[in-house]
């Protein structure tokens, strides 16, 4: 929808109107056939038409364009009031610095900061109703440390919040020496699980060694057999040499 005709001061061109709502342009688009439109007036129009509301010729959302620059130019140019007329803003403006404004404006209706509240007030009234807000938030005078609300000043009792506050602390210290004793349990069972596999394959490679030695043992022997049998052969040989 564009920004209502009847806040404008003057004659506004039929040109800055759009020719869907017929109020002035706002973030105009612009068709092949040079009527312009609000950007969210044509584009819930193209959702069940396919043509131009004007002339009727065909246009689609991908030939849409801007407007051209003379044309924002006097858009922007424009004076208008600010929609917080009605709750005593005088100020007139350009559309272009339209916006900018009235996100500032004293006489804006906005909601109160206070959670629960839901008064909505103007702008340059907020800190004052803030000041006697029911649902403004302060620290307990009796010094126990709570943030209460001025509504519930009658209900707030130090020793019943303190006494929450401590189980609250307390089921929360069980539940951190828990993860930890779950967490420290878990590293043991790792750790367990490791040393029983190193464990197994120090004693696997033990069995090898054994393995080994007994046949480097067995070797040696039948080496030592082998040299006792060349010896006696020798010493055959050298009684044979004798008798010859």
């Known amino acids: 929808m564009g920004y209502d005709i009847e806040r404008f001061v003057g004659y506004v061109n039929e040109g800055l109107l759009c020719s869907i709502c017929r109020d002035v342009l706002e973030d105009p688009l612009q068709a092949p056939c040079e ?30 364009r801007p407007l051209y620059r003379y044309m924002k130019n006097d858009l922007n140019r424009l004076q ?6 009605e709750y005593g ?7 272009e610095s339209i916006d900018r404004h009235e996100r500032e404006c004293e006489y804006s209706q906005i909601p109160c900061s206070n959670a629960g509240c839901t ?21 307990c005078p009796n010094g126990c440390g709570f943030t209460i609300l001025s509504a519930e000043d009658t ?12 189980e609250l602390l307390r089921s929360e210290m069980i539940c951190r020496v828990e993860e930890a004793k779950h967490e420290m349990e878990s590293r043991l069972d790792s750790q367990r699980r490791h040393m029983v596999q190193k464990e197994s394959i120090l004693q696997n490679e033990i069995e090898e060694l ?10 040696v022997r039948s080496l030592m057999a082998a040299e006792r049998q060349h010896r ?11 008798e010859l």
């Not at 208008?80 to 007329?85: F, G, I, P, T, Y």
């Not at 393995?211 to 070797?219: K, N, P, T, V």
């Open 35 to 64: 009527h312009a439109f609000c950007t969210a007036c044509i584009h819930g129009w193209l959702v069940h038409h396919s043509n131009c509301p004007e002339d009727r010729q065909v246009i689609d959302v991908s030939l849409l």
């Open 89 to 95: 803003c005088e100020m007139v403006c350009s559309l």
């Open 80 to 85: 208008l009031h600010c929609r917080n007329r």
């Open 155 to 166: 209900q707030h009792n130090c020793v019943a919040e303190l006494r929450t506050e401590l």
């Open 210 to 219: 054994k393995s080994q030695m007994s046949r480097l043992m067995s070797d």
């Open 232 to 242: 006696q052969e020798l010493e055959q040989a050298e009684l044979e040499k004798r």
């Open 119 to 139: 008064v909505q007030i103007e702008r340059r009234n907020l800190d004052g109703h803030l000041a006697v807000c029911e649902y403004r938030s302060r620290e």
